[in-house]
Structures are given as structure tokens and as C-alpha cells.
């Protein structure tokens, strides 16, 4: 059974003279990685919806042009 070096759990909260620093580094890298994760959602939303436009519109480009007779030959 592993030995622990710290005698209860609030010696375990104040890492010593360290624990300010351990846990506002924690919370500061969870907060970041919380961050990116938002971002990343977030633009990828944003993609996929920008990439629903443009398809839909190569779409209408594409049976507007298909319904057009060819204009190009002068009679």
C-alpha cells in the first residue's frame, strides 16, 4: 500500500508552502484548456455553417445553369 506524505487533507490542500502556486497552476491550465476546447467548438460551428451556405449556393449556381439554355452562339 503506497505511503502518503501528507498527514490529512488540508496538509494535502497546502502542499506545504507551495500549495498557492500547485493549484493556481491547476486551475490556470484547466481554465486555458477550458478555453480552447470553447474556441475550438465554437469555429468549428461557424465552419460547418459557412460550409452549408456554400454548398447550397454552388447548388442553386448549378441548376440555374442547367435550366439556362446556351446564350453563348450568336444566330
Known sequence: MPSFNFNSFADFLAMGVY???VWLS?????VVLLGLWFI?????????QQLRVRLAREERVRQHQSQQP??????
Not at 475550438?40 to 460547418?48: K, T, V
Not at 446556351?70 to 444566330?75: A, C, N, V
Open 19 to 21: 500549495g498557492l502556486y
Open 26 to 30: 491547476f486551475g490556470l491550465t484547466f
Open 40 to 48: 475550438s467548438s465554437r469555429q468549428q460551428r461557424q465552419f460547418h
Open 70 to 75: 446556351f446564350q453563348d452562339q450568336e444566330p
